[in-house]
């Protein structure tokens, strides 16, 4: 049985992967190598300088590229970086149309570092896919899309933006990284690109960075290829090592964290001293039927807001939080707790981020896979 013809559940263990060809190795061995002996100029066994490629990354890639039914993975130093590669694709004078909900560090970059090379970024809400239409032009070359939106959980129509990008001609990028391929694939969905930070959920165990993308088309994953070895943001084979065996254990995690999602969010929901609870298993959730469409679950991001909170309230909330941990990122075993105007949302102007919903009481959860009783326990001494 090809690996092609596996289910989900199986492609996160044999997903693109095969037993090492010198001892048998069912584990890909970590190459902790930069270079590699050639016979003469060219011959080589595929590998010839770890920029380039790496048996370890390689592993890490063609599973990648497994559990997002694509053909083509790359492996990155980082989220970012693999957001950067993509960027790259552009040139001088082209736009693009963004989630105005998005992880800080995107905005960053895209402001920042490519804004002052010429190339316009559009940020709007897109939970009504009709109101990308007015911002696309001839010079419109990207769509990017992150669904759940981070932190305030939009749920975007993925089928309906990329319907609307083949229209146009223009490719449609999807950050994956909130809801992973367990729970949601955008290249099914017609997506041109995923993108992942597997720093998170798919490394699982908050010990690596990550980035990862996937494609289905050869002449995007060739282009993708040559950035990626011409700029050269490529992570490391332990790193590799690390996140495939985070993968190979995605399945049953994210499995945790849904159950425990649902309970956290219904007792957030039920709390006399909770204004919202942004959630998108909820039925008022907007764009609820969405997810329920293209989701399988809603995952274990949850964002709210107590009553009459302020930014004070919100720091005094998650500083009193004992088995939630207080830190930057999300999609460990272990619960993290975060407050985005301070933090991930931290280089998002205020005025820009209040815009979308990221205000000073905004508290966000990674839901963990710990006993969900001892997490309720824990945000009820919190919240007081």
């Known amino acids: 049985m090809g690996s092609k013809d596996l289910k989900f559940n199986s492609k996160t263990i044999h997903g693109g992967q ?8 069912v584990m890909p061995p970590i190459y902790q190598t930069s270079t590699y002996a050639q ?23 063609n599973s990648l590229a497994s559990i997002e039914n694509g053909k083509y993975g790359l492996a990155f130093a980082s989220g970012l970086a693999a957001m950067d590669a993509v960027i790259k694709l552009l040139n001088p004078g082209d736009e693009v149309v963004s ?32 109101k990308i239409e007015g911002y696309i032009n001839d010079k419109t070359k990207l769509i990017w ?33 909130f809801a992973t391929p367990y729970i949601q694939q955008p290249l099914d969905l017609g997506a041109d690109i995923v993108m992942h930070s597997a ?15 996937v494609v289905k088309d050869k002449t995007l994953a060739d282009k993708l290829y040559f950035i990626q070895n011409a700029s050269g943001a490529v992570c490391g084979p332990m790193d590799s090592f690390l996140v495939l065996r985070g993968i190979k254990t995605l399945h049953v995690r994210m499995q945790r964290h849904n159950e425990n999602g649902i309970a956290i969010a219904n007792f957030l929901a039920d709390h006399p001293k909770i204004e919202k609870v942004y959630w998108p298993g909820f039925e008022d959730h907007p764009n609820h039927n969405v997810a329920k469409e293209q989701m399988k679950g809603f995952g274990g991001m949850i964002s709210f807001i107590t009553k009459g909170s302020n930014y004070d309230d919100a720091i005094k909330i998650v500083e009193k939080l004992q088995l939630f941990t207080l830190a930057e ?15 991930t949302h931290a280089s998002i102007p205020k005025e820009e981020r209040e815009k979308s919903g990221v205000v000073d009481a905004l508290i966000r959860l990674s839901v963990g896979i710990e006993d969900v009783d001892d997490l309720i326990a824990d945000l009820e001494q919190a919240i007081g």
């Open 145 to 177: 899309v992150e669904t759940p939106t981070n932190p305030m959980m939009n749920i975007i129509n993925i089928k309906a933006v990329s319907d609307m990008a083949r229209k146009h001609g223009v490719l449609l990028a999807v950050d994956n990284t």
């Open 99 to 130: 989630t105005n909900d998005l992880y800080g560090g995107s905005y960053r970059l895209f402001k920042q570092i490519f804004e002052k090379y010429g190339i316009t970024f559009h940020f709007i809400g897109m939970q009504d896919p009709g």
């Open 199 to 213: 720093t998170k959920y798919l490394g699982g165990h908050s010990d690596v960075v990550v980035g990862g993308l």
């Open 39 to 61: 016979t003469t100029p060219g011959g080589h066994k595929g590998f010839e300088y770890s920029r380039s490629g790496n048996p370890t990354r390689t592993a890490l890639e």
């Open 329 to 343: 990122s999300l999609g460990g075993v272990e619960s993290l707790a975060g407050h985005p105007a301070s933090m």
């Open 18 to 25: 095969h037993p090492d060809k010198a001892y048998g190795a």
